[in-house]
């Protein structure tokens, strides 16, 4: 008969918001074991960012973020914020830069913020155990948890889950985190993907399919959320910054507005230009050929500037200003980079994590719902969370 192992924490999850909480409660002096079902910790961390791993973001603020309860992860974010994450990675002497609009990027690939945190865990005695799959899960009555594995049965004072959501199955995601709140009587938000691209319907599929690959500045819009990023056309639907970020405030059914030259109003500017240059020609400067043949019907595109009427001005505005698309769908949580829904807000404590119907059970990370923007929102909330439930667990 395998031997019972006792901690007074486990944290089932070695990913970003895991490894942080384990961090914090091994500063406590707490004896942790933080027990990961892949074989390796942290895939995820190894992958953001091409490698490079966008950890954090310079402008974190509560409006960067989708929940059910927008006011809960304002306490987590203003106890760990983005600074004190900073402070962290250059105390481990790693260069990092911004990219675009306040995006923090490691310099190199080598997995160092990884390295951080394992080495911070190693340092504070956190003990690992990897390929570990939990059959079971309950509470005794001596208001301990017991957990069932096949490599024996442990039992600790606080369970601190940092499962993850759905998004890329690839990497070991699961539904496990969401089904063990709802065993303990949790509610769970309505799941789907996000910051995902969208796919269109076949008609508006095989009118842009040949643009597959052509990026261009925008400015897309769904009711009163709007993003000003790079929209991608691909072979599949569309992609890019500004359309992962509308993903996640999308809903089925709805139209989304796409101002291809967010940087100038085309009605102004072909006013001041009564030359004999096509239209096509002037256009041309600031959107790819093929994109504009395909919108724009040919006639218009060969008139000279001069000659342009009011109504073609009007025809200009609404193709270039105003493109109109009702996606069919998004790809799923095979390409998306999060999931936007989990565990209520309500039910956990927003200063510590903890849920009020059992003391000493913590949700952490993306297993909530807290969903934040493309650009290191969501690694942030993995430390903020993280390091708030390793105050208390």
């Not at 200063?351 to 297993?367: D, N, P, R, S």
């Amino acid at each position: 008969m395998q031997q019972i192992q006792s901690f007074d924490v486990i944290i089932v999850g070695a990913g970003a918001s895991g490894l942080m909480a384990a961090i914090e409660c091994g500063k406590r002096g707490r004896t942790v074991l933080v027990i990961e079902k892949s074989k390796k910790p942290g895939r995820k961390i190894l992958m953001a960012g091409g490698g490079f791993c966008n950890f954090t973001n310079y402008h974190v603020e509560p409006s960067c973020f989708l929940s059910h309860n927008p006011h809960f992860y304002k306490s987590a974010l203003k106890q760990y914020t983005q600074w004190d994450f900073i402070e962290l990675v250059k105390k481990h002497r790693i260069q990092f830069h911004e990219k675009t609009k306040g995006q923090l990027f490691c310099n190199t690939k080598n997995g160092q913020i990884l390295k951080l945190l394992l080495d911070e865990c190693q340092d504070k005695a956190i003990r690992m155990q990897y390929g570990i799959q939990i059959d079971s899960v309950k509470k005794t009555s001596d208001a301990t948890y017991q957990l069932a594995t096949a490599s024996g049965t442990y039992t600790c004072q606080s369970l601190v889950v940092a499962t993850g959501g759905l998004s890329i199955p690839s990497m070991g995601s699961s539904a496990w985190g969401y089904q063990l709140a709802e065993q303990f009587g949790l509610n769970v938000k309505p799941l789907r993907a996000g910051l995902v691209p969208l796919t269109l319907h076949q008609d508006d599929k095989a009118q842009l399919s040949q643009l597959s690959g052509i990026s261009f500045e925008s400015n897309v819009h769904y009711q009163q959320q709007s993003f000003h990023e790079n929209t991608l056309i691909t072979h599949r639907g569309i992609s890019g910054p500004a359309i992962l970020q509308i993903s996640s405030y999308w809903q089925a059914g709805h139209d989304i507005t796409i101002n291809c030259l967010p940087h100038i109003d085309i009605a102004d500017a072909l006013k001041d230009h009564r030359s004999s240059q096509s239209v096509k020609t002037y256009l041309a400067q600031f959107l790819p050929k093929r994109f504009l043949d395909t919108q724009i019907d040919a006639h218009l595109l060969k008139k000279p500037l001069c000659h342009l009427q009011k109504k073609d001005l009007t025809v200009l505005e609404r193709i270039l200003h105003h493109w109109t698309l009702k996606p069919n769908g998004t790809e799923g949580y095979r390409t998306a980079e999060v999931t936007l829904g989990g565990v209520d807000c309500n039910d956990l404590s927003s200063k510590t994590m903890e849920t009020y119907a059992h003391k000493g059970l913590y949700f952490i990370g993306e297993v909530v719902d807290v969903t934040g923007w493309l650009g290191g929102y969501n690694f942030q909330w993995a430390w903020s969370s993280g390091f708030v439930a390793g105050q208390f667990a």
